[in-house]
């Protein structure tokens, strides 16, 4: 936006705000192009200069980009119904936590994990799901939130797994309580802003050993209690608490892995919208796929990009597209069609990608 002298007006130009005499009154709105007499009605109501869009104008605001895409899901009617489920889910499983943890009360998993599911259940697609996970805010109860997510995003990975029943519940309890240990952690340490000394660091990393220990005297499947207590672990050996290798580690530990990092990269924070799908695919890539259990990240990264398939997008050079073919060497690199019919294929388009989902 410029402002021009009434005497450099010109037709065609576009008025960035309204004109208005020195009382206030609006003379012609903003959004309106200016034509031979609205130029001569300025002068008439002695107006002597005016504000006209210019090329900035014209770009798209891509940092506003994925807030407009947020504020459209927040406002629709199942977002609203979803938070209000995820809410009661929710307090339930910080009751029942509580409860054990500080009174040694009975953990009823069972009702828990039945609870996950109906919630799970409330969203048609993975679509729906993963646009309701991605818009909830995390709390100061963010272990709570967290643990749920984890569990729905690890359902969500069994299904895409194609596992039976059985194991989809025993996956989705893993997600659950894998970070019921965190609950010893002071929420102070836990909520610090900024980054940890080495003793903080160090008690943080207590909460895997933590959680195991709350688990081992219940009557859990064994793979729940690994979970808990390996989900830190990296197949390259770079995790913790022991530095495994793939093999050492407890198969759902590796999902619920891929769960909790997934959700901690999508999760929206009161500083910042949550990452595309695309920027999360990208980190995960960037940062090697070696690290995970390979069936499981490749099926995730898969579905989670077929998830966006034919959807618009907005690229980081503020032009926007459709989705039209996957890459699978480079998910988050796809084919794309611009509104002017040419394709753009990202993963040859030197630093060009995908800002947010429209
Ligand atoms: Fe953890």
């Known amino acids: 936006m410029k402002e021009v002298a009434s005497y450099n007006l010109k037709e065609g130009m576009i008025l960035a705000r309204d004109a208005t005499t020195r009382s206030g009154q609006v003379v012609i709105e903003k959004g309106k192009t200016l034509s031979k007499q609205s130029i001569l009605r300025l002068s ?3 107006i002597q200069s005016a504000f006209i869009r210019d090329e900035e104008d014209e770009k798209p605001d891509v940092s506003s980009a994925p807030a407009a895409y947020s504020q459209k899901i927040k406002q629709s ?51 729906e799901l993963f646009n309701m996970l991605h818009n909830m805010h995390s709390s100061d109860d963010s272990v709570y939130g967290h ?3 984890v569990a729905l995003i690890c359902r ?43 003793e903080e ?32 672990e990296r197949c390259d050996g770079s995790g913790y608490p022991n530095g495994l290798s793939k093999d050492e580690i407890d198969v759902y530990a590796r999902a619920v892995t ?15 919208a949550p990452l595309c799908p695309f920027e999360v695919i990208e980190k995960f890539e960037r940062e090697g796929l070696q690290r995970y259990d390979t069936k499981f990240i490749l099926t995730f990264l898969n579905h989670i990009a ?14 926007s ?24 294929d990202l993963s040859t388009a030197g630093g060009l990608h995908i800002q947010a989902v429209l």
């Open 258 to 272: 891929i769960a909790d990092v997934y959700d901690a990269m999508t999760t929206a924070r009161s500083y910042r």
């Open 306 to 319: 077929n998830t966006y398939q034919n959807h618009r997008i907005l690229l980081s050079d503020g032009r």
């Open 77 to 127: 009617q199942k977002f609203q119904s979803f938070q209000i489920d995820h809410t009661i889910v929710l307090s339930q499983i910080k009751d029942s936590f509580e409860g054990y943890v500080n009174n040694g009360a009975p953990l009823d998993t069972e009702l828990l994990v039945s609870r996950v599911e109906e919630l799970f259940d409330s969203c048609k697609t993975s679509l």
């Open 321 to 344: 597209a459709n989705i039209v073919m996957l890459n699978n060497q480079h998910l988050s690199k796809p084919i794309v069609q611009l509104d002017d019919g040419s394709c753009i």
């Open 201 to 232: 660091y160090a008690l943080v990393k207590m909460h895997t050993q933590y959680s195991y220990d709350l688990l081992a005297p219940l009557d859990l499947n064994e793979h729940v209690k690994a979970a808990a207590l390996y989900h830190h």
């Open 156 to 198: 969500q990975i069994g299904k895409w797994s194609k596992v039976d029943d059985d194991t989809l519940k025993t996956l989705t309890l893993a997600g659950l309580l894998h970070d019921i240990g965190k609950l010893k952690i002071p929420n102070e340490l836990l909520n610090k802003p900024g980054k940890y000394t080495d």
């Open 147 to 149: 643990c749920l997510n």
């Open 44 to 46: 008439f109501y002695n």
